[in-house]
Each structure stands twice: as structure tokens, then as C-alpha cells.
């Protein structure tokens, strides 16, 4: 059985289903292998989603001519959503 999931959300609750399905250790040994294989298939799934959104903050941590942006001291950003309340 294939897994296509839709988004991370949902691919990590069946990450987490198969997880605790493995360690009740119920299933024979080839459920547990295909299980297996559909965990890893998921985490990379997972995994690949992460680093998508770890860019996407990245990017937004840069000014248009790509450097970081910095406060008045110097200091990186610690999150995207860091502004002068001023400038909204």
C-alpha cells in the first residue's frame, strides 16, 4: 500500500500511527517491514516539507538585495517576523 499524503500534518499523524504500531510489535514481520517502508517514505516526505519552509523563512529573512536583515546593532533576525511596528 502506497501513501500519498496531502500535507505534513497529516503525513506526521500517520508517521506517528505506524511508529506506535511498530512498537506494540503485533504485526508479522512483513507488515512490519512494509510499515517500515511506508515510515521512512514518510519521514522523507516530512523532512523535505521542513527544509522547504526552512527556506521559505530564510528568504523572508533577507532584504531585496538578498543579505539578512539586521537590527540597529548588527544582530540577524531571530524570526521572520521580526519589523519595526512603524513600518506596518
Do not use: H, W
Not at 81 to 88: K, N, P, R, T
Request: hydrophobic share 30%; glycine share 6%; with cysteine.
Amino acid at each position: 500500500m502506497t501513501i500519498k499524503p496531502k500535507d505534513f500534518e497529516s503525513a506526521l499523524k500517520k508517521l506517528e500511527e505506524i511508529v506506535k504500531e511498530l512498537e506494540e510489535g503485533e504485526l508479522t514481520l512483513e507488515k512490519s517491514l512494509e510499515r517500515y517502508e511506508q515510515g521512512v517514505r514518510l519521514a522523507r516526505f516530512c523532512n523535505a516539507k521542513l527544509n522547504e519552509a526552512e527556506t521559505r523563512i530564510e528568504m523572508l529573512q533577507k532584504d531585496d538585495s538578498g543579505e539578512p536583515v539586521t537590527d540597529a546593532e548588527g544582530k540577524v533576525g531571530q524570526t521572520p517576523l521580526d519589523f519595526d511596528e512603524s513600518e506596518v
